[in-house]
């Protein structure tokens, strides 16, 4: 069962708010874009990915954005991905699980870390692959894809005979995408401003262990 979280349907209402009131430049003409939001609850993560990339083509996208149920990012954030005009961009969010590690891969397989000062300069930064829950595509790579590697699958994880995950399905499809000759980019700045919400256990000894901590704290000045 899909779960959406509250954090995340605030910032997507107030992103799209935001985008349709805007006014952007494409194909040189001033416009005002036109958003259709999709869904997709069942079945595989695989085929879901699949399927929206079905629909986006089907009714003639010229960008699909990739938003997991559990981000959450600012207002403007569309339109901080679509002002570079680059075939892939997407941030580098936080994993949910402990410690919290980044979702970016550099071309040795190494994590990429995003900075406070890398955000500060607003550095795009041309990696391997990236967390697909915060991503612009552009539409049209999907036809270079076609064309470059016929009968490709999109997205597949590849999964050891001892049950551990070797490929997710993200990284999987930036790894088709490169093959196509296209890059993909990550942006450091949106990216500082991009949360994971994460769950986490609370069990009556964690209230016990507060309770003592706000008892040993000293007494605030007044």
Same mark, same amino acid.
């Given at each position: 069962?899909?779960?959406?979280?509250?954090?995340? !349907?605030?910032?997507?209402?107030?992103?799209?708010?935001?985008?349709?009131?805007?006014?952007?430049?494409?194909?040189?003409?001033?416009?005002?874009?036109?958003?259709?939001?999709? *869904?997709?609850?069942?079945?595989?993560?695989? *085929?879901?990915?699949?399927?929206?990339? *079905?629909? !986006?083509?089907?009714?003639? !996208?010229?960008?699909?954005?990739?938003?997991?149920?559990? @981000?959450?990012?600012? #207002?403007?954030?569309?339109?901080?991905?679509?002002?570079?005009?680059?075939?892939?961009?997407?941030?580098?969010?936080?994993?949910?699980?402990?410690?919290? *590690?980044?979702?970016?891969?550099?071309?040795?397989?190494?994590?990429?870390?995003?900075?406070?000062?890398?955000? /500060?300069?607003?550095?795009?930064? /041309?990696?391997?692959?990236?967390?697909? +829950?915060?991503?612009?595509?552009?539409? #049209?790579?999907?036809?270079?894809?076609?064309? @470059?590697?016929? +009968?490709?699958?999109?997205? @597949?994880?590849?999964?050891?005979?001892?049950?551990?995950?070797?490929?997710?399905?993200?990284?999987?499809?930036?790894?088709?995408?490169?093959? !196509? +000759?296209?890059?993909?980019?990550?942006?450091?700045?949106?990216?500082?401003?991009?949360?994971?919400?994460?769950?986490?256990?609370?069990?009556?000894?964690?209230?016990? /262990?507060?309770?003592?901590?706000?008892?040993?704290?000293?007494?605030?000045?007044?």
């Amino acid at each position: 069962m899909e779960v959406v979280k509250a954090g995340y !349907a605030k910032c997507l209402a107030d992103m799209l708010v935001h985008a349709m009131s805007a006014t952007i430049t494409y194909n040189g003409a001033v416009t005002r874009p036109q958003i259709l939001t999709l *869904l997709e609850t069942s079945g595989p993560l695989e *085929l879901k990915r699949t399927r929206g990339v *079905l629909h !986006a083509r089907a009714w003639g !996208a010229d960008y699909l954005l990739w938003i997991d149920s559990d @981000q959450t990012f600012p #207002p403007d954030a569309l339109l901080q991905l679509l002002k570079h005009d680059v075939p892939v961009v997407g941030c580098n969010y936080p994993t949910r699980g402990e410690p919290a *590690l980044p979702t970016a891969l550099g071309f040795d397989g190494e994590d990429i870390w995003t900075t406070e000062a890398q955000a /500060r300069s607003g550095e795009l930064q /041309r990696v391997a692959a990236l967390g697909l +829950g915060f991503c612009l595509v552009k539409v #049209p790579i999907f036809e270079i894809i076609d064309r @470059q590697l016929p +009968g490709v699958r999109l997205f @597949q994880s590849d999964i050891s005979p001892a049950g551990e995950l070797i490929t997710g399905e993200d990284v999987h499809f930036f790894n088709q995408v490169r093959k !196509a +000759g296209l890059p993909v980019f990550l942006d450091h700045g949106l990216s500082w401003q991009i949360g994971h919400l994460a769950e986490t256990e609370r069990k009556n000894a964690d209230a016990v /262990r507060a309770a003592g901590a706000v008892a040993a704290a000293p007494a605030r000045p007044e």
